[in-house]
């Protein structure tokens, strides 16, 4: 059985065993599925196509007795004479005195290294006693930590074949493999540790990368399929005629990106089954109108309606505008952590009593004190900032409610259907009319007293503007010094004719909106800030944003501060200032200067820098695939979706026997752990 203890494996004792178990290999699975992270190529060529320095593979035979020398302490030198065609040819092999006796006059033998034109001669990292035919010339190189050798490994791995090899049950049925041609389940492995070629092995991963998103897939297919039979019986009664005539009673109209959303949601809401979906939209395209508009068709079905923000002034603001919005039609309460004493029990009460409709807040929202009195619907905003678990405490405090997630980070959609597969996409793919595109520059720090002006011309025509201070990670204490020094400059700079405002994330709750009141109320003209202001918040005179040290920001974050500007009708500007040392920040600048469209940045940032740095590994419940990779591999993905998709909803796993050891393989997945909700 695959799942016996590695130590099983003939040759591998106690002491090899528990070494390999620091690298997680437990089982005889665990060691046949430790893949290689590269391969080394040993090619043999002629001597004439050899190159001086590069590092090459020749064959030949020894001439004569190795000579072997000494020198400072325990260091060797052996030089081996091979014949290679007509030439001879020294091979330098140093500290490596036992391979004086392995070599004899007249062995053949396949030596490795750096090769020296002039000299004719190679220093040898890797050498073999035979013909190169003998050994595949690609070898694994595997990724070690701890005591155990490469070498270690292959033989243990190449013995674990040779016992197990027939326990390596298929679990792709045939008809895929056949659709797709891809080689079995026993032969991929079996390449991917010794692949006898390029083409072979390019073979081995297109199956183990479809087979790792097929399982995937299967396993959110799966999940989706059983909550909503789980959930059946939550359709929210909504009064139709209602809710159009609060759409007509907004001061605009919805974009045609904002009704087909809309329209998605509220058939959701409607449906027997909780929704479970995520509304993608660029800052500023309008997802909090519909928001609102979903709340109040919860509200008129009789249910509360929560929405969670990530930080307080956020919370504050959209607390704000929805109380304008909705002016007496529904009772909204805040809730954060900031709100205390007679007041928060007051709100808790509210809440409890069904006598709140809409509670506003951030994860305080979801502390075991708050209970809610009917909960129906759940908006969560920007939600990859929320840990999985939260989303699920809240949402676990209703009776399934329907939960919409919102993002202002478009998630391209390669990524949304591997990390979401389990939820349903809306996108709000177009802005509401009469935007200007914002105009974007990259400028190095000599340009500052440049921009300095053009903040204070952008002021003298009666427009604000933000200044954004480097975020310093590892430490909040410089990080506010940081926003605090600037501050201070720039008061300096612009008195007594603009006044500057400051906001970082120590400030106490009621400073905070304080100075965003005088923000707000264009009080205060230029507001320093750290990236506090990152998300949401909505000054529409606000038309200018410069962010320092730019190239220390993502570009998805990057995006989202230029979001805070162009809310209004007239031309904003960002401006970055950043001196990137390295490729990657140089390209992160040119490509924020070329684009303002939230999907595109995000399929660039992606590009940059990975799936995994694209969530924040901790909180992203981003599956973690061996061989597959999701943006590369996103036709494989796509197509081991659909395959997903059929084999679920047409029941194949339990109808039809050739599907059998898949569902056993999928069965054991699920319940090893499913760290995505
Ligand atoms: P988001 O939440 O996606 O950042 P908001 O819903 O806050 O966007 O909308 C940003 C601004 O645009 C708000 O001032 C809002 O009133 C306004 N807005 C929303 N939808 C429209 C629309 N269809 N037409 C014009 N303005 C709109
Ligand atoms: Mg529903």
Redesign the pocket.
Known sequence: MLNEPVSNVKGIGEKLSETISEIEIHSVEDLLFYFPNRYDIFEIKPLSELIHDDKVTIEGKVIGQPSLTFYGKRKSRLVINIQVDHVVVKAIMFNRSFAKKQLQDGDVVTVTGKWDQHRLQITVSNYKKGSADNQSPIQPVYPLRGNVTNYQLKKIIRQAFSQYSNQIEEIIPEVYLKEYKLPNRNQALLQMHFPTSNQMLKHARRRLTYEEFLLFQLKMQWLRKRTREATSGNSQQFDREKVETFIERL?????KA?SNSLKEILTDMHSPYRMNRLLQ??????????AAICLYASITAGKQGALMVPTEILAEQHYKSLQDLFADQAKIVLLTGSIKGKRRKEILELIQTNKADIVIGTHALIQEEVVFGNLGMVIVDEQHRFGVNQRRTLRDKGLNPDVLF?T?TPIPRTLAITAFGDMDVSQ?DEM??GRKEIETYWVKDNMLDRVLDFIKKEVEQGHQAYVICPLIEESDKLDIQNAIDLFHQLESYYAPDIKVGLMHGRLHANEKEEIMRQYADNEVQVLVSTTVVEV?V?V?NATIIVIYDAERFGLSQLHQLR?RVG?GQVQSYCILLADPKGDVGKERMRIMTETTNGFELSEQDLQLRGPGDFFGKKQSGLPEFKVADMVHDYRALETARKDAQEIIYSNLLEKDSSYFSLKKMLSREVEKGLNFD
């Open positions: 001061p605009f109209k919805l974009t904002q939209g660029d800052v500023g395209s309008g997802k909090t109108a519909v919102m202002a709000i509401p009319l949401g909505n529409p979001g809310r």
